[in-house]
């Protein structure tokens, strides 16, 4: 079946610093992929999504693009914030009724 | 804010009770979905609707039910709560199309004692 895989953390930076989380995905046909954002306390919000191979999805600095030859989505940002921290989850979804699967989430510490 | 609303926040009730979730919608999004958080597995799809009366079962399904007899409500029961019930729970909506973005509700944290 259907699923993602992404590094788990807790992933601990500096601010300023170069991020990157990566995120594989195993799936028949041609799903839609995304990350999600959870800050403490609160649900998840949508970063940023892409529908289709070679699409670049990009949101408040962060970027992933969709590679099919590799089934990868990998997240990343130039310059990460203090603001930045929070639990990042990579998910696709199947087609049918836009139902989400995720991976089991990064957990970012940015540090001044 | 997407306007979904759950209810209770947060819950403490013993093993072998009858618990039941709420979540609220005021966007009219035809699909709604519950999801459980636990460490080290994400979110996973517990039960979703595709329309008033129209639900289906997601990956982990078993020792829960739901119903949506309103386009603004979906309820999430556990018949007899168990302990590896204890988790955080997530009411989304959403729409057709594809990559159509989910918007989630706050989060119901559940204790199982």
């Known amino acids: 079946g259907n699923s993602v895989t992404q590094m788990e953390g807790p992933v601990t930076l500096s601010e300023e610093a170069f991020l990157t989380i990566n995120c594989t995905y195993t799936?028949?046909?041609?799903?839609?992929l995304f990350w999600y954002v959870q800050y403490p306390g609160e649900g998840l919000q949508l970063l940023l999504k892409a529908t289709k191979a070679d699409d670049k999805g990009s949101n408040k600095g962060f970027e992933a693009t969709y590679r099919k030859e590799t089934t990868s989505f990998h997240l990343e940002k130039g310059s990460v914030q203090v603001s930045d921290s929070a639990v990042y989850f990579c998910?696709?979804?199947?087609?049918?009724?836009?139902?989400?699967?995720f991976g089991a989430g990064t957990r970012l510490a940015v540090h001044p | 804010d997407a306007g979904i609303t759950q209810s209770p926040r947060h819950k403490v009730t013993e093993t072998g009770t009858p618990v039941t979730l709420r979540c609220h919608q005021t966007?009219?999004?035809?699909?709604m979905y519950w999801y459980r958080q636990d460490p080290g597995h994400g979110l996973r799809l517990i039960h979703y609707s595709y329309g008033v009366k129209d639900t289906d079962k997601g990956e982990v399904s078993d020792g829960y039910s739901v119903s949506r007899s309103k386009t603004e409500d979906f309820l999430l029961t556990l018949e007899s709560a168990t302990s590896s019930q204890t988790s955080v729970y997530f009411c989304?909506?959403?729409?057709?199309?594809?990559?159509?973005?989910?918007?989630f509700g706050q989060g119901t944290r559940l204790t199982v004692v």
């Open positions: 998910a696709l979804s199947d087609g049918g009724y836009n139902k989400l699967i």
């Open positions: 989304a909506i959403g729409s057709s199309g594809a990559g159509t973005e989910a918007f």
């Open positions: 799936a028949t046909g041609y799903p839609s």
């Open positions: 966007e009219n999004h035809r699909y």
